[in-house]
């Protein structure tokens, strides 16, 4: 039941759906997506399997970033000896990505659910709303708990509770003989 709780880290799946009619179709959807958890699949096993080669248990539970303790151990000599600066650079940029690519897919279901043509004049209020969130957390370890261990656990509902309860809601119109669908 535990592996039911967790598959919130396939959640991005779910964003492929929204975002299908950019990737030419179905076809290209099942390979974008069937890609996509295979890549992050090997990642995560590699990455976990590193960590746990490099570090004892006790000590890598311990991290909050693990891959950032891995990285401040490879010594390349005297010049690379600071060498997690180029991981901090690449795990910043990654981060920006993610955040805008989330960004994206949450005006695009915005205007998708409120039939809106043109989203540019929202860009700016989701920009605004998104930084007002991130300063709301007061540490790193209420940000730990809340974010990271509670949406850990029970991110399977947000991630996959609004698509089954509007396939529910669709399943009880059309059985009503409501509109299945809006015009």
């Not at 151990?73 to 690379?80: A, P, R, S, V, W």
Request: hydrophobic share 55%; charged share 15%.
């Amino acid at each position: 039941t535990m592996g039911m709780l967790h598959v919130s880290g396939f959640g991005e799946v779910v964003g492929l759906a929204v975002i299908i009619n950019s990737l030419q179709g179905l076809d290209h959807f099942r390979k974008a997506g069937g890609l996509a958890l295979l890549i992050s699949g090997l990642v995560g096993v590699f990455s976990l399997l590193a960590i746990n080669m490099s570090f004892p248990y006790q000590i890598a539970a311990e991290y909050t970033v693990p891959l950032l303790g891995m990285t401040r151990n490879i010594q390349y000599g005297g010049f690379f000896e600071r060498f997690e600066a180029v991981y901090l650079f690449d795990w910043s940029v990654a981060a920006i990505l993610a955040v805008a690519i989330y960004l994206d897919l949450v005006l695009s279901v915005h205007c998708k659910v409120f039939r809106l043509d043109d989203h540019r004049p929202l860009v700016l209020p989701l920009i605004a709303v998104a930084f007002a969130g991130s300063l709301l957390p007061p540490d790193l370890p209420f940000l730990n708990y809340y974010i990271l261990d509670l949406l850990a656990d029970y991110g399977a509902a947000l991630f996959f509770g609004p698509p089954l309860l509007a396939l529910a809601v669709a399943l009880v119109r059309k059985k009503r003989g409501g509109p299945a669908s809006a015009p």
